[in-house]
């Protein structure tokens, strides 16, 4: 068994540090993901990654989604959608980790059940995640 600086058990897949580089163990306790991340974290069904300053996103089977060139990931609305900003605008991930709304806006938010409301030059914007979810399914 490989050796890590710490293991993160907050919830499954576990995330695994070693030298200072994030990985992820597999539900036997293998390395799924090895330790070459600058930043590792699930969220829901894919991976925010980060590599040098940019972040992008990884599929639990290790394959990459979105590569790393973007400014920032976070955690999202509905503990299912990603946020994503580059170079001062934002847009939404979908729950596998692919561009769900485009990254063009500077502001999105929740307001009601898989419901946003996004901003751009002023103008506002309404849209149901589940619709775009349906839409990005059909391409």
Known sequence: MLDY???IMDRF???VVQDGKYGSLDDEGNLEIPCE???LN?????FIIKDGEK?????LENKVVEKPQFDKIEKGLYDMFGMVYLNDKMGLLNIDGTIL????????EKVGVAQVKATKDGETFNFNCTELQLKAMDK
């Open 101 to 108: 709304l485009p990254i063009e806006y500077d502001s999105i």
């Open 42 to 46: 699930a969220a829901g069904a894919f």
């Open 37 to 39: 991340y600058d930043y």
């Open 5 to 7: 600086d710490s293991i």
């Open 13 to 15: 897949p576990f995330v």
């Open 55 to 59: 972040y992008g996103t990884l599929s």
